[in-house]
């Protein structure tokens, strides 16, 4: 079965700094999309960044990468110059065929603070 | 703007009183999602609909069931909620196989049970 794991279920770090938040996924699938999705106190879901599986270089938006071990099965998002609007929680994702749908599954989540 | 709405954004409902929350859609995708997240826990995918099939997942209780009338809205109907059904549920939108796995979602129901 597709997993999802964060072994990281909190982070804080000072204002302007760089973070690295950890996942790692377990599939026997070769095509699939890993996400990193942010969910302020407002809890809606915002998509912050998208990784296709069949592709080798490390999607980026803006402040926001990843570093893709696809052999590994290793999918970490690096916050550069973090900003107080970056506290959220995390939710790393894997979107796949599971049990003969596409379905999108998520971590458990990492809880990251940024302190001014 | 094209967006997934959810109303309404607060619900409180009484022990074991039907509740209908409801999910529209303007971007015309083919597949919704219903997902239930409880606090500071993932969100958990409860079915989903692939134009009108649905896809029940195994472990979603019998009190949890879906409508889809058309292909802009889709209802997450609870017959009997019980106070560990009080949660935020979220519906989300893709279209399916072109979409390259991308979900988007609405901003929820925070579901109280009294």
């Known amino acids: 079965a597709q997993t999802v794991t964060q072994s990281q279920p909190e982070m804080s770090v000072q204002e302007a700094e760089t973070v690295t938040l950890s996942c790692t996924y377990d599939?026997?699938?070769?095509?699939?999309?890993l996400f990193w999705y942010k969910q302020p106190p407002s809890r809606q879901m915002i998509l912050v960044i998208r990784?296709?599986?069949?592709?080798?270089q490390n999607a980026t938006e803006n402040r926001f990468s990843v570093n893709f071990q696809k052999a590994a099965k290793s999918f970490s998002l690096k916050i550069s110059d973090s900003q107080l609007g970056d506290t959220a929680m995390y939710f790393c994702?894997?979107?796949?065929?599971?049990?003969?749908?596409?379905?999108?599954?998520f971590g458990q989540g990492t809880r990251l603070t940024i302190n001014p | 703007d094209a967006m997934v709405i959810q109303n309404p954004r607060y619900q409180v409902t009484q022990f074991g009183k039907p509740v209908t929350l409801s999910c529209s859609q303007t971007?015309?995708?083919?597949?919704m999602y219903w997902y239930q997240q409880k606090s500071s826990q993932a969100p958990k995918l409860l079915f989903h609909?692939?134009?009108?099939?649905?896809?029940n997942e195994a472990d979603t209780p019998d009190n949890f069931q879906s409508r889809r009338p058309n292909t802009s809205f889709c209802f997450l109907d609870i017959r009997s909620p019980g106070l560990g059904d009080a949660a935020m549920y979220l519906c989300?939108?893709?279209?399916?196989?072109?979409?390259?796995?991308?979900?988007?979602f609405g901003s929820g129901t925070q579901l109280s049970v009294l």
């Open positions: 989300a939108t893709s279209r399916g196989q072109t979409g390259g796995g991308k979900l988007f």
């Open positions: 599939t026997s699938e070769s095509n699939y999309y």
């Open positions: 990784q296709e599986a069949y592709k080798q």
């Open positions: 994702a894997f979107n796949g065929i599971i049990q003969g749908a596409q379905k999108l599954v």
């Open positions: 971007l015309n995708h083919n597949v």
């Open positions: 609909y692939y134009d009108k099939d649905f896809n």
